[in-house]
Structure formats: C-alpha cells, structure tokens
Antibody
Framework: EVKLVESGGGLVQPGRSLRLSCAAS????????MHWVRQVPGKGLEWVAG????????DYADSVKGRFTISRDNAKHSLYLQMNSLRGDDTAFYYC??????????????WGQGALVTVSS | SYVLTQSPSVSVAPGQTATIACGGD??????LHWYRQRPGQAPELVVY???DRPSGISDRFSGSNSENTATLTISGVEVGDEADYYC??????????FGGGTKVTVL
C-alpha cells in the first residue's frame, strides 16, 4: 500500500522559513516523480512544485519561484519542500503527491493527508 | 497561462447521472485527470488520461475529452459521491493546472 506522510507544518511568522518533509513507503520511490500541492482551507487546489524521479527536472509555480525549493532523497524515500520568505498567502494545507510516471508531468495517483502551514505574526 | 473552467456546483438525485464539465482551450489535445475530494480528506484520483480508472475506482466513473471540453460522468450516483471534483492537466507553458472545482451535492 502506498503511503505518504507529511510533517513539518505549523505556525510561522511572515518572512521566516519552514521545511516540509514527506516520508514515502509502499512503492519504489526512485521510480516516480513527486509533487507538492497546496490548498487554502475552503478553496481549490494549487500545484506548487514537482521533481522527476532522479531530481534532474524540477519545476515551480510562479507564485513560489525563487522562495521555495523542492528536493528529494531517494535513499531515505523522502521528499522535501524548503519554504523561505513566507507570506500570509502561503497559508494552506500542503499535500505531498506521487506522479504516475517517472517524469513529473502525469496524474497524481497517491496523496498524503496534508500538513497545515499557517503564516501569521 | 492555461486556464481550466469548472461550474461551481452540480446537484443530482440518487441513482441519476452527474455530469461535471471542465473547459479549456484545445483541452482535447491534453491528458485530462479528475480527482475527488471528500470533506476533510485528501484528494483522490478517480480518472486519469481522459478515461482510465485507477484500481479500486468504481466503473460508475467515466471520462471523455474532446475539443474544448472534458467531462466526468458519474452514473448511478450514491450519497457517498458527494464531494468536490477537480480536473487537472499538464501544460507545457503553465505546468500543472487545476480547475476551480465542482461541488457535487446528492439531493
């Protein structure tokens, strides 16, 4: 069974940093692309960043480019999102999602339960 | 940037058919995916690549995609189908794009 478990969420002041982690199990982690998707409570889904199986292809939404960094450690079966210069509009649930393919351009066939990030002073 | 447009809500009686539309420029040329999100839960893939279903998803869910409109059809709607449904594509310029979501209410 595929399992994705996010951690690292919490309350952070504007301008500060936070690092999310996603622990993956139940599949061959380094065979698949991975993503972060966020959702403001009560609103729709917004793709944040994606990384292919080996980490050689990375993309970001314009809203986070230059502030957020996605990375992965295949040996640890883990995905990360380093979030710097956080703003109030970054407040959201952040989901880790698995791509159906090795690239990062497919459907998202498994999702974690989400980590809430609240940016407020 | 590429935009996907969904109606905010659809209401359907139990046992009837729900049709959820997703509009986008030449969307028929892209691979279209659908997700279901029940209240308080994470999204779940229900249809991928226009009309394929992941294992474990009921065959009551089907999809189509042509020209400027993609459609998710839920036949024999059940109370448990009440959820928000999102369409999703990958676009070479805009990357991953989600529709705004459609809330399905079972009357």
């Amino acid at each position: 069974e595929v399992k994705l478990v996010e951690s690292g969420g919490g309350l952070v002041q504007p301008g500060r940093s936070l690092r999310l982690s996603c622990a993956a199990s139940g599949f061959t982690f380094d065979d698949f692309g991975m993503h972060w998707v966020r959702q403001v409570p009560g609103k729709g889904l917004e793709w944040v960043a994606g990384i292919n199986w080996g980490g050689g292809n990375i993309d970001y939404a314009d809203s986070v480019k230059g502030r957020f960094t996605i990375s992965r450690d295949n040996a640890k079966h883990s995905l990360y999102l380093q979030m710097n210069s956080l703003r109030g509009d970054d407040t959201a649930f952040y989901y880790c999602a698995k791509d159906k393919a090795a690239a990062n351009i497919g459907a998202f066939d498994s999702w974690g339960q989400g980590a809430l990030v609240t940016v407020s002073s | 940037s590429y935009v996907l447009t969904q109606s905010p809500s659809v209401s359907v009686a139990p046992g009837q058919t729900a049709t959820i539309a997703c509009g986008g420029d030449k969307i028929g040329s892209k691979s279209l995916h659908w997700y279901r999100q029940r209240p308080g839960q994470a999204p779940e893939l229900v249809v991928y690549d226009d009309n394929d279903r992941p294992s474990g998803i009921s065959d009551r869910f089907s999809g189509s995609n042509s020209e400027n409109t993609a459609t998710l059809t839920i036949s024999g709607v059940e109370v448990g189908d009440e959820a928000d449904y999102y369409c999703h594509v990958w676009d070479s310029r805009s990357n991953h794009v989600f529709g705004g979501g459609t809330k399905v209410t079972v009357l």
